[in-house]
């Protein structure tokens, strides 16, 4: 019988097989049969919007002494809350940003962290009994900077329609969600999600180690909202070892948005684990809700979104027609699109927008469809990016293979 400590012991001597949820499903497609003892470790992971992240850290403004206490905070715009140390007297203040926090409409706490991590230079404003004092930093001047997620990696996820007349803005589209139900946008890796391969948390769970955005973290137990039926994770861990290509911001048409990433680790003890590990992407619901209630109005699969399509943007230069404004570059959520049909990889979610705004044809990507009542509805926007999910996963298998153990 299999145990946490023997594959512990074998992650150390260096001779533990780990594989990543994508390796193991398409095993499962080809029609392999995998026992407890031919794997030991397999690795999960998800990148997507996920608005409950939020970081603590401590920010230099001025010399000790200048101002008592900080009543309000600003860094690159974007609005902080200062506490709960007051720290008076030191030039020092504690801070708590939102990911979501809204600097102005394409810049929030997403695009911050990302900036922070990348050490570019930072704008800080603070107010204190009338005066304001000013500071510019760059990231490695912040001594403290923890990232954490209130609620994130979640097992499952919805698509977005409106069943309503007139478009709506809204955090769940990069342009207005038009409506009669002509458009859907979805979230969630299906598959590859850690807890869609634990949904009953057996080992992602409270003290388990994983990656976020690419840094070693730990999980702190359940997110908020977190249910039986639809667990999440609450995480965190240090920014300074963050990797800025599994995060950054995402501008929607309600406003600035946060992208996280987590990567998961299952050990293989039984045939409980290698059933669960077995779902697909076809198996795995879809719940298909209305905007602006949330409630159910149907239920695909994930299959339709994540299989048979493609998992990144094609783009082909080609085709642009260099008809002035780029309408591509304009609207990308995450300033990833270069005038010309270039693309900035590491900021690229592959979300489709450009898809949907460029009239050369730049860019293509099959993105897959829900069916409602018999009527197939087309996804016009991602806010998950299966190929990233798919990278943190590869990167959380190298460290264990190289000897560090999650369990």
Same mark, same amino acid.
């Given at each position: &019988?299999?145990?946490?400590?023997?594959?512990?012991?074998?992650?150390?001597?260096?001779?533990?097989?780990?594989? $990543?949820?994508?390796?193991?499903?398409?095993?499962?497609?080809?029609?392999?049969?995998?026992?407890?003892?031919e794997v030991d470790v397999v690795t999960c992971g998800t990148c997507g919007v996920m608005s409950g992240t939020f970081a603590v850290m401590t920010v230099p403004v001025t010399e000790p002494g200048i101002f008592r206490k900080a009543e309000s905070v600003s860094l690159n715009g974007v609005p902080a809350y200062p506490g709960p140390c007051p720290n008076e007297g030191l030039?020092?203040? =504690?801070?708590?940003?939102?990911?979501?926090?809204?600097?102005?409409?394409?810049?929030?706490?997403?695009?911050?962290?990302?900036?922070?991590?990348? %050490?570019?230079?930072?704008?800080?404003?603070?107010?204190?009994?009338?005066?304001?004092?000013?500071?510019?930093?760059?990231?490695?001047?912040?001594?403290?900077?923890?990232?954490?997620?209130?609620?994130?990696?979640?097992?499952?996820?919805?698509?977005?329609?409106?069943?309503?007349?007139?478009?709506?803005? $809204?955090?769940?589209?990069?342009? !207005?969600?038009?409506?009669?139900?002509?458009?859907? @946008?979805?979230?969630?890796?299906?598959?590859?999600?850690?807890?869609?391969?634990? !949904?009953?948390?057996?080992f992602i769970n409270t003290g388990a180690r994983v990656l976020l955005n690419g840094a070693i973290g730990m999980v702190m137990g359940e997110g908020t909202r977190s249910k039986p039926e639809k667990p999440n994770l609450a995480v965190f861990a240090d920014m300074r070892d963050m990797k800025p290509e599994f995060m950054g911001g995402f501008t929607t048409s309600a406003g600035?948005?946060?992208?996280?990433?987590?990567?998961?680790?299952?050990?293989?003890?039984?045939?409980? @684990?290698?059933?669960?590990?077995?779902?697909?992407?076809?198996?795995?619901?879809?719940?298909?809700?209305?905007?602006?209630?949330?409630?159910? *109005? %149907?239920?695909? =699969?994930?299959? +339709?979104?994540?299989?048979?399509? =493609?998992? +990144?943007?094609? @783009?082909?230069?080609?085709?642009?027609?260099?008809?002035?404004?780029?309408?591509?570059?304009?609207?990308?959520? @995450?300033?990833?699109?270069? &005038?010309?049909?270039?693309?900035?990889?590491?900021?690229?979610?592959?979300?489709?927008?450009?898809?949907?705004?460029?009239?050369?044809?730049?860019?293509?990507?099959?993105?897959?469809?829900? *069916?409602? =009542?018999?009527?197939?509805?087309?996804?016009?926007?991602?806010?998950?990016?299966?190929?990233?999910?798919?990278?943190?996963?590869?990167?959380?298998?190298?460290?264990?293979?190289?000897?560090?153990?999650?369990?």
């Amino acid at each position: &019988m299999k145990t946490i400590s023997g594959i512990n012991k074998k992650i150390g001597e260096g001779s533990a097989v780990v594989i $990543t949820a994508t390796e193991f499903k398409r095993l499962v497609r080809d029609g392999e049969i995998l026992s407890v003892d031919e794997v030991d470790v397999v690795t999960c992971g998800t990148c997507g919007v996920m608005s409950g992240t939020f970081a603590v850290m401590t920010v230099p403004v001025t010399e000790p002494g200048i101002f008592r206490k900080a009543e309000s905070v600003s860094l690159n715009g974007v609005p902080a809350y200062p506490g709960p140390c007051p720290n008076e007297g030191l030039g020092l203040v =504690d801070i708590i940003v939102y990911g979501t926090a809204c600097g102005n409409s394409c810049y929030g706490g997403g695009n911050l962290f990302r900036d922070i991590v990348e %050490g570019k230079e930072i704008e800080i404003l603070v107010s204190s009994e009338g005066k304001i004092y000013q500071n510019s930093i760059f990231g490695e001047e912040i001594a403290s900077a923890r990232m954490i997620t209130s609620r994130s990696a979640f097992r499952n996820y919805s698509a977005i329609v409106n069943p309503g007349s007139d478009g709506i803005n $809204t955090i769940f589209s990069v342009l !207005p969600l038009v409506g009669n139900f002509k458009e859907t @946008t979805v979230s969630g890796c299906g598959e590859i999600n850690p807890l869609q391969n634990d !949904p009953k948390m057996r080992f992602i769970n409270t003290g388990a180690r994983v990656l976020l955005n690419g840094a070693i973290g730990m999980v702190m137990g359940e997110g908020t909202r977190s249910k039986p039926e639809k667990p999440n994770l609450a995480v965190f861990a240090d920014m300074r070892d963050m990797k800025p290509e599994f995060m950054g911001g995402f501008t929607t048409s309600a406003g600035p948005e946060c992208i996280t990433s987590i990567a998961a680790a299952i050990p293989v003890l039984d045939k409980e @684990t290698i059933g669960q590990l077995s779902v697909l992407d076809e198996n795995i619901s879809l719940p298909v809700v209305g905007v602006t209630d949330r409630k159910p *109005v %149907g239920e695909s =699969d994930y299959g +339709r979104v994540w299989q048979g399509t =493609d998992h +990144r943007v094609v @783009t082909n230069p080609l085709n642009c027609l260099f008809c002035g404004e780029c309408q591509a570059a304009a609207h990308c959520p @995450t300033k990833a699109i270069m &005038m010309g049909g270039g693309v900035i990889e590491s900021r690229c979610m592959s979300c489709g927008t450009c898809v949907r705004t460029c009239p050369g044809e730049v860019y293509s990507m099959e993105m897959g469809s829900v *069916v409602l =009542d018999g009527r197939e509805i087309p996804v016009v926007l991602r806010q998950s990016d299966r190929n990233r999910g798919e990278m943190i996963s590869a990167s959380f298998k190298s460290m264990i293979e190289m000897g560090f153990s999650p369990f």
